[in-house]
């Protein structure tokens, strides 16, 4: 037994009727040129700019971010630390303190481990507010060590 197509009835929204009334206006629409439905290429800008700008201004802020971590004398740019602002050993490095420790320089193994203890302040952290005197003090410690070892 063979299966008719199905048809919409014709009191539908589909019937030929409104096929050609439709046919016709697009056929005027087409005759005037096409001016509604034609982009101008000011939203053309405009929606490029739209799209464009977020991963440009990402990208700022992830060079931001790297750019704080690299000079960071804290963690010298690794992004993790071993011992705590108090000066305290800790047994797994942890993300550091002072940059927020954005990009696993030291390797994705220790990054990824350092966010299993509790108190690392999470995936992201956000560089302190005193970063710059976290940074100074930390480098001018490690130039004290360097000296005193030299003598």
Not at 9 to 26: C, V, Y
Not at 67 to 78: E, I, K, L, Y
Not at 83 to 99: D, I, Q, T
Not at 106 to 117: K, M, T
């Amino acid at each position: 037994m063979r299966r008719q197509a199905m048809l919409p009835p014709f009191d539908s929204p589909l019937d030929p009727a409104t096929l050609e009334g439709m046919a016709a206006a697009s056929s005027a629409a087409g005759s005037t040129g096409g001016a509604l439905n034609e982009v101008t290429s000011e939203q053309l800008w405009v929606g490029f700019i739209a799209g464009v700008f977020p991963f440009v201004w990402a990208g700022f802020e992830f060079w931001k971010r790297i750019d704080v971590q690299q000079r960071c004398g804290v963690c010298q740019g690794s992004g993790l630390v071993y011992e705590n602002a108090s000066g305290k050993s800790l047994s797994v490095p942890r993300k550091c303190y002072a940059c927020g420790g954005f990009l696993p320089w030291a390797g994705w193994r220790r990054f990824w481990l350092s966010n299993l203890d509790i108190g690392n302040g999470g995936v992201l952290q956000r560089p302190a507010a005193d970063y710059e005197a976290l940074s100074e003090a930390a480098k001018r410690r490690r130039a004290g060590r360097e000296g005193g070892r030299a003598d």
